[in-house]
């Protein structure tokens, strides 16, 4: 039996909602993914997010920032099942009927929404269906779908068939229904609580989620719409928002279902603008490697929290290797946080906003508390970050491998040395003692506790690296390095957050005497003790000394390094080894094993459709929206063919270095929002050299040597660069 029901606005504009790539030019098709067939695995349809919440179009989970289920290594991203997931399955004129079979599927990455569009013409009748779904910027609480039927040429009502698939019941949750209240339209609300606490020492409640709906679809899979003859446009408009607090949740609903169809997508798609305007990459000629980027940048973004919200952000709970909308499954790492954020994600997410960088490093202080309960647990003193973490900080590595919860410890030092390239970044004091140097002399204390003394040098034992081939090895070189830094950091940030100027004394002797494994008759780095030349690894390890960890070495040295791990590297292996290969490369002059490994850094990855990242080559299994991967992809371009890099000055200044630039497979390319010291340039590289531009100068004095010419930056401070290196620095 076919039901008629009311839509919520029925206005004659439907022509210029369907044109509405608001704001989209011609120029701006780099911004549109485009297809008529949808991916043959719908893993890799677009991820959308809005930091508080996530999910895959078409799929079946919903996931909201910071509410996880399961104890310890079973904790998960709690799934919500996806009851935004509507979609006109066939439509009904007279006898005849019409399966919807879209013509087109569109990821707009500008706006930030997924559209699927559909037309039919025949015998004079014309119907022309729009569908478009995206969490709003603004109103961050809330998931829109929206549906637009323009129909011409009846004689007779068209009947609109729409479906609903939520996936199966939530195994995370127990939902119950709430009252409704008339102040919100009569919005039907569930009150939804986990089943699992993380840690019950860290943990004390089971999470509480409330979500509204404008539409009571009650158990409902299937309505039917009737849109009479002579009404040409038809519009239904179905929001879910979602909180931890109820009358956030509601309030939500109450402003978005107040807005009309123009002021709703349009509050939306200014925070993407404004996003758009703050960084971007442009590609000259190449609109494939062009699409490439921003998807890239855009499914990075889209993880993170809105920065300006109708209601104010909750805490962020990490970026997670798969990103907000997904989190569930052991291939998507259930959501948790890992060293991937700090190495991989990180110096890009810097460069999109410092603010969302802000708030990855809150996430890492405000659970410092689990990080000393591991460190404690394990017999060490001092703070030790678990290499995977979820809600409460504590240790949720997943049991299939305890292994890499042991022996994984530089995820510990990872943080450190994430935390110096921020400050050197941003040359914040404030947040150096209020953050970094808290954190810093905590893992410093676990570090110390770590490490043994043989009278002579320092040794890390019973370790594995990056490379998770090799378990239990001793001093392995990646570890031993970015301990050092961590170290020699810590002991820097003392005399400037205290009164204490002399930093303890072993954390400087350990620094300088940690045992760092390098070859001299081959003039290369061994991976670990008693590592062979051959042995196959997992990824990119010893190479990482150089970039990023801008280690300290003959140039001969890190041209060894890479030869000698270059053909060992597993095929199979994740997307980022070949950033870093690139990046590497690039450093030692090697241009066209550089361009190889850049171009095999992202090809075998991305997906075409809508140029969603897998974490394996395709044919491999792997994880789908691998962030890690985009983000040593973007690292690329910004940190290699860009040539930036960032220090600390011995004598306290914040260092960007403009390293010479390298066209990419002969495009040249503009990098615009480049941040430094509270200041905002543009550099565009171009065959006859390097442009640099400050976009927006920051509060900082900052100063440009080139040549040893010195130069005041101001806003108008445009400069070209031929060949040599060139600095800014604070004063």
Avoid at 166 to 191: E, H, I, Q, V, Y
């Amino acid at each position: 039996m076919q039901r008629q029901m009311t839509p919520i606005v029925v206005l004659g504009i439907f022509l210029l909602i369907l044109a509405s790539a608001l704001y989209i030019t011609a120029e701006d098709s780099v911004y549109k993914l485009k297809t008529e067939k949808l991916p043959t695995d719908l893993n890799f349809m677009p991820i959308l997010g809005n930091g508080h919440l996530g999910y895959t179009v078409f799929g079946d989970a919903i996931y909201m920032n910071g509410i996880y289920n399961g104890e310890a290594g079973n904790s998960r991203r709690a799934r919500i099942p996806n009851w935004l997931n509507l979609s006109v399955s066939r439509l009904q004129y007279e006898e005849w009927e019409l399966n919807i079979i879209p013509d087109t599927y569109e990821l707009n990455l500008k706006d930030g929404y997924f559209r699927w569009l559909f037309a039919y013409e025949a015998n004079g009748l014309h119907v022309q269906l729009e569908q478009r779904t995206y969490p709003h910027r603004y109103y961050n609480r809330a998931l829109i779908y929206e549906l637009f039927v323009h129909y011409t040429g009846a004689f007779d009502p068209l009947l609109i068939h729409l479906s609903r698939k939520p996936g199966s019941k939530s195994d995370a949750f127990d939902f119950s229904p709430l009252g409704t209240n008339s102040s919100t339209f009569g919005t039907k609300m569930l009150r939804g609580v986990t089943r699992q606490l993380e840690h019950p020492d860290f943990q004390s409640e089971l999470r509480t989620i409330f979500v509204a709906f404008s539409d009571d679809w009650e158990n409902e899979l299937s309505r039917t719409f009737e849109l009479p003859a002579g009404q040409e446009d038809f519009y239904y408009r179905y929001v879910m928002t979602a909180d931890g607090n109820e009358k956030v949740a509601r309030k939500e609903m109450e402003d978005v279902m107040t807005l009309t169809i123009e002021n709703l997508l349009k509050k939306h798609t200014n925070e993407w603008h404004n996003f758009w305007l703050n960084f971007n990459i442009q590609i000259d000629g190449s609109i494939e490697l062009s699409q490439t980027i921003n998807a890239g940048i855009f499914y990075l973004a889209n993880s993170l929290p809105s920065l300006h919200t109708k209601q104010p952000n909750d805490a962020y709970f990490g970026l997670s290797p798969t990103g907000l909308g997904r989190g569930q499954l052991d291939t998507d790492y259930e959501g948790h946080s890992f060293w991937d954020t700090e190495i991989w994600m990180l110096p890009t997410v810097t460069q999109l906003n410092t603010d969302w960088a802000d708030q990855l490093f809150e996430y890492r202080f405000d659970h410092m508390s689990g990080a000393r309960y591991n460190a404690n647990k394990t017999g060490y003193r001092g703070a030790r970050f678990p290499w995977e973490s979820a809600y409460t900080g504590t240790d949720v590595t997943n049991p299939c491998c305890p292994e890499i919860s042991t022996q994984e410890i530089h995820i510990s030092p990872d943080i450190i040395f994430a935390l110096q390239q921020h400050y050197a970044v941003t040359h914040s004091t404030e947040w150096l003692c209020r953050v970094a140097w808290p954190m810093g002399k905590e893992v410093a204390d676990f570090l110390v506790s770590r490490v043994y003394d043989d009278g002579q040098k320092y040794h890390i034992k019973d370790v594995m690296g990056p490379d998770e081939d090799h378990a239990n090895v001793t001093d392995n070189v990646y570890t031993n390095v970015v301990t050092k830094k961590a170290l020699e950091f810590t002991s820097f940030v003392r005399p400037l957050c205290t009164e204490n100027f002399d930093p303890p004394a072993n954390w400087l002797d350990i620094a300088q005497r940690l045992h760092i494994l390098y070859d001299e008759s081959l003039d290369f780095h061994p991976q670990h003790f008693g590592y062979e030349r051959g042995e196959i690894i997992k990824q990119a390890d010893v190479i990482l000394l150089g970039y990023p960890l801008q280690y300290q070495m003959d140039n001969s040295t890190r041209l060894n390094d890479l030869n000698i791990y270059e053909p060992v590297t597993r095929a199979s292996g994740p997307a980022m080894s070949w950033s870093m290969f690139a990046i590497n490369f690039l450093d030692v002059g090697e241009i066209e094993k550089a361009n190889k490994y850049f171009q095999r850094g992202y090809k075998d990855y991305v997906r075409p459709e809508f140029k969603v990242w897998s974490e394996n080559r395709m044919g491999f299994v792997g994880s789908a929206n691998f962030l890690t991967g985009i983000g040593g992809f973007l690292q690329a371009i910004i940190n290699g063919y860009g040539g930036i890099r960032f220090h600390l000055h011995d004598a306290g200044h914040s260092v960007m270095e403009v390293r010479k630039a390298h066209l990419i497979a002969d495009y040249g390319f503009i990098i615009n929002g480049i941040k430094f010291a509270n200041s905002t340039f543009a550099l565009k590289i171009h065959k006859n050299g390097t442009t640099l531009c400050c976009l927006k100068k920051g509060s900082l004095d900052i100063e440009f040597l080139v040549n040893a010419e010195v130069y005041k930056i101001n806003d108008n401070f445009t400069i070209n660069i031929v060949d040599n290196a060139a600095f800014i620095r604070t004063i």
